[in-house]
């Protein structure tokens, strides 16, 4: 059937078997999933692939947020994402934990699960001129691995819509500026109410404060059925607030996409 013929039900569906969302990439029951509307603590870890290692470089993403999921359940749920515009080969993990305490099961997990390590020590690129092969390391450019924490406002509410079920994730922050915290965590809040109201079902949003990095940086995690939905988001981002409420230049916006075989023509080389 044409997506001209299509009613909107079935242009949902199709939409979702395109581009299925990221609670896919595990075979863990809803109920033990943790994501971005329940987790105490959301980890946005990014690096930028080299463009000859895109494939084992997604294959090592999955694979480790496969154990993750495998053996933390309850107390972590890993995702993996791609930029749905933007840097090409720029691979996305959304990290769930249920508190800060879980940093130290992941820690203890690095340092004794035998399985893990040998996953990160895995040769995952052939040997080259120098006759030496490579990691995980290899895969990624130098320096351009990086983390944010995010820390939930207290006052969220659970809306039904989340990272393991949106189509795209939108992250979007932006700076307040210097003397106007109360006014913009109260314009950061309205926007996330006009969201969620509006929108119930297509769109929800998300709350976060950044910890150890930019203390005045406040943090939407905007969860999209699919992305035919953001232009008639757009006029929900935008609050009414006084110049200066968040710094010029400050407001960045990321779409990401679950991570499925296929994607930009990647290929699984082995078994998940």
Known sequence: MSTSNASPAENE???A????PAAHQTEIDATGLLHSQNAGVVVQKVGQLKSEYRNEGRMFAREVAKHVNAQQV???????????FGYEDRIHFLIHLKSLDTYYDMVEMGDR?????????KERVQAEGDGSAGAWDRLFVD???????LLPWADRAEEPLNSANAGIVLLRSARIGHGFLAEGREAATE????????????ASAALFDEAFGDADRVHWLLHLKDLTVYG????ALT?????GTFVDGTLIETALTPHHWGLYATRQQQSR
């Open 74 to 84: 309850g107390k972590a749920t890993a995702f993996v994402y791609e930029e749905s």
């Open 239 to 243: 609050a009414e607030a006084r110049p």
């Open 191 to 202: 926007i996330a109410r006009t969201v969620n109201k509006r929108f119930t079902g297509e």
């Open 232 to 235: 008639r988001l757009r006029e």
């Open 113 to 121: 699960d035998r399985a893990f390590r040998e996953s990160i020590a």
């Open 143 to 149: 320096g351009s691995v990086r983390s944010n924490v």
């Open 17 to 20: 078997q395109i581009v299925p």
């Open 13 to 15: 569906e199709r939409r």
